[in-house]
């Protein structure tokens, strides 16, 4: 179905004509620029001098390595044993095929048992209801809402803030949830 790896320099091209898809960031807590690939190319970089504090994957198609998307666990805080998780599919034609699910039951595992994290936690725009469904039925809890922070199309938009906690995922396992 699908495979993770680190993202390469040679990423770049496709994830930078996905950022200059204002399709894609509408559903993203993000504001839409024109962005270079020059700029891209400085921000993998910054990736590169900064992998203690951030883990960045390209998702792949496992039938041929094609890239479909990106997950990132980033801001990891070794004092508090934190990160903020974000995913996204880019490629349309994976939209809405259990692979966003997929993905995030396994970046968490990953957090949990190899990162030795405690807590993950994301920022998801109100009106995105399908991500809201996919990150309450992967253990995701709402811990919060930001009135009116993200300004796109014309307009606010809300933020939702939601996290899970290691010992909530821990729990779920003994339960058979996850």
Do not use: P
Request: hydrophobic share 35%.
């Amino acid at each position: 179905m699908f495979t993770l790896r680190e993202i390469l320099k040679k990423d770049i091209k496709t994830i930078n004509a996905w950022r200059n898809d204002s399709e894609i960031i509408n559903f993203l807590c993000c504001n839409f620029f024109y962005i270079s690939e020059e700029i891209d190319e400085k921000w993998y970089e910054n990736y590169l001098n900064n992998r203690d504090k951030n883990v960045r994957l390209s998702i792949l198609e496992s039938d041929n390595n094609h890239l479909i998307g990106n997950v990132y666990l980033t801001n990891i805080q070794s004092i508090n044993r934190s990160a903020e998780f974000s995913i996204v599919i880019s490629n349309k034609k994976y939209w809405s095929k259990g692979i966003g699910e997929a993905v995030c039951r396994k970046i968490i595992k990953h957090a949990f048992i190899n990162l030795n994290l405690n807590r993950i936690y994301l920022y998801v725009l109100e009106q995105n209801t399908r991500a809201i469904r996919m990150y309450e039925k992967v253990g995701f809890l709402l811990e919060g809402k930001l009135e009116e922070t993200v300004y796109k199309n014309g307009s606010y938009h809300n933020t939702l803030v939601m996290a899970i906690l290691r010992k909530n995922y821990n729990k779920d396992i003994q339960n058979n949830k996850i």
